[in-house]
């Protein structure tokens, strides 16, 4: 194993080594030390972008070899030395030297690797969603505050200035009574088709991909990629993408009634797969509704096309009050009076999301989607899905966070999980 120091002095860094992970303090130039769990699409961008915010890579895991080959090159190339391959997740957390992982595996192995990651002294960047159930989501951010791990979810427009500007803008009641509040994605989701079952590639180790998931035979629609339109491993496009729109709309609630309050009391949701009759399980088209006694929060989905996009934007987030409206995207903000006259608009801002991470990771203090703060956005996600999976509405506490005497919607709080691969108690 390389130590901590030759790997730093090799990356073109200096190190004070500490005695162990809970006492260390981080010299004013230290690289933070990072393991890559998932190294396809999302885990090596944000792998990047961190090594370009100062951080050095020194493993990356992925179960299937071919990926492993194809990625650490390019992260060779970005920070000037090439990872440590490894296939199980396991021997990242056990390395000493590392001080905290990127967790971008499928989502289903997202709570496994997070609680064990905690346990190990670990800081974590989890992609988003953050969970699969909502227990799942209160079992990480316990182990976050139990273990004093900082643990930051993904959702990324948390850390571009522009978003929380127009947060702040709706907070501040210049848009009259907020009565709606309107996400949405309009994308173009092309056929997966429907192939056989097959064998694995001799590459991958199949049963450690399918982890806590159910034991079924290998299909490529299931596998890189495609897994994220089957239940079993996702969570719907309301988890996929709702929730970058979603979470700037809590952002805003979150300042007009705080963290505490920010989770609604009834959920509806209507949609299906209209489109393509291919091997997709979750809705391509979908409307699901969280109620919050005092305002209506929405969420559109088309699946189908591009094509018309809800005001003027493939994905936004949308404010509307007696006075005035506001729109939200990846490229600005802009405001609209009550006779529709544009009166304000800001342009966006850089994301910043990794950056912000690693500075926790050396400061100890809590990111900008903090695990409490992503939680409660994944939980929506949550409970959009479990309408939609029940076909009708329920009534959630949002204190208690579950649903009352409502023992079909409770059975969907949690999960199960293979026998192999039981849920972590740390």
Request: proline share 5%.
């Amino acid at each position: 194993m390389v130590s901590r120091r030759k790997f730093l002095q090799q990356a073109g860094a200096t190190v004070v080594a500490a005695a162990n992970w809970d006492q260390r303090v981080y010299g004013a130039n230290e690289r933070v030390i990072l393991g890559l769990i998932g190294g396809r699409n999302q885990g090596k961008a944000v792998a990047r972008r961190a090594i370009q915010a100062g951080a050095v890579v020194k493993v990356l895991c992925d179960v299937d070899e071919a990926i492993l080959q194809e990625v650490a090159p390019v992260l060779a190339e970005a920070q000037g030395r090439k990872p440590e391959l490894v296939k199980d997740f396991r021997k990242v957390l056990e390395d000493r030297d590392v001080d905290a992982v990127i967790v971008a595996t499928p989502d289903h192995w997202h709570t496994h690797i997070t609680l064990l990651a905690c346990q190990a002294g670990k800081d974590v960047y989890v992609e988003k969603p953050l969970s699969q159930t909502i227990r799942e989501g209160q079992l990480i951010r316990d182990a976050a505050r139990k273990y004093q791990r900082v643990v930051q979810v993904g959702t990324q427009r948390r850390s571009a200035e522009h978003f929380h500007q127009a947060a702040e803008y709706v907070a501040s009641g210049k848009l009259g009574k907020l009565c709606l509040i309107r996400a949405w994605m309009c994308q173009l989701r092309p056929s997966i088709g429907n192939p056989p079952d097959c064998d694995p590639p001799p590459t991958v180790d199949y049963d450690l991909w399918l982890g806590p998931a159910p034991k079924r035979p290998f299909n490529p629609n299931r596998f890189h990629y495609n897994w994220r339109f089957f239940w079993d491993y996702g969570n719907s496009e309301l988890g996929n993408q709702g929730i970058h729109m979603l979470d700037v709309a809590m952002m805003a609630i979150e300042r007009m009634r705080g963290l505490e309050r920010n989770l609604p009391t009834r959920v509806t949701s209507s949609g299906g797969i209209y489109w393509l009759n291919d091997a997709k399980e979750v809705p391509d088209t979908q409307i699901t509704t969280w109620d919050y006694g005092d305002f209506l929060l929405v969420w559109e989905l088309r699946s189908f096309g591009r094509h018309h996009p809800l005001e003027g934007t493939e994905a936004g987030t949308a404010f509307y009050g007696t006075d005035g409206a506001l729109v939200v995207d990846g490229k600005s903000w802009r405001v609209y009076d009550h006779q529709n006259r544009l009166v304000i608009e800001q342009p966006g801002s850089p994301y910043r999301h990794e950056a912000n991470f690693l500075e926790c990771v050396k400061n100890r203090k809590r990111p900008n989607a903090d695990v409490e703060i992503g939680r409660r956005s994944t939980t929506l996600c949550h409970l959009g899905n479990i309408a939609y999976r029940l076909g009708r509405s329920v009534v959630f506490d949002p204190v208690a966070e579950n649903f009352g005497t409502d023992e079909e919607a409770n059975a969907w709080l949690t999960k199960h999980y293979r026998e192999t691969y039981p849920l972590p108690r740390v």
